[in-house]
């Protein structure tokens, strides 16, 4: 099993920054890929960024340039820092780790509220 949490949101203005952490416990040496997703109100959750264990990365469209995603395997932990946010960024934003083997197994955190203001 593993158990995530997040932190970091909060409120900022359009055009300011913030860095989410997500530390995972548990069985962590069996992650392999750690996602961001994120989830605004009347909206399906969507995928924002995610790092495999190796350290390869992919962006939404939305988001590159913006947003970097960063882990430490040792930590358990991994990192969004974004920067530049919008309003359209608004969202809880939700760490994800996938472990794979006979099956795939995910495993999500409680979430963290992102607000941008304009």
């Known amino acids: 099993q593993v158990q995530l949490v997040e932190s970091g949101g909060g409120l900022v203005q359009a055009g300011g920054s913030l860095r989410l952490s997500c530390v995972a416990s548990g069985s962590i040496a069996s992650i392999n890929a750690m996602n961001w997703y994120r989830q605004a109100p009347g909206n399906e959750r969507e995928s924002v960024a995610g790092?495999?264990?190796?350290?390869?990365?992919k962006y939404a469209d939305s988001v590159k340039g913006r947003f970097t995603i960063s882990r430490d395997n040792a930590k358990g932990t991994v990192y969004l820092q974004m920067n530049s946010l919008k309003p359209e960024d608004t969202a809880v934003y939700y760490c994800n780790a996938v472990r794979l083997g006979f099956s795939r197994s995910d495993y999500w955190g409680q979430g963290t509220q992102v607000t941008v203001s304009s």
């Open positions: 790092i495999s264990a190796g350290g390869v990365t």
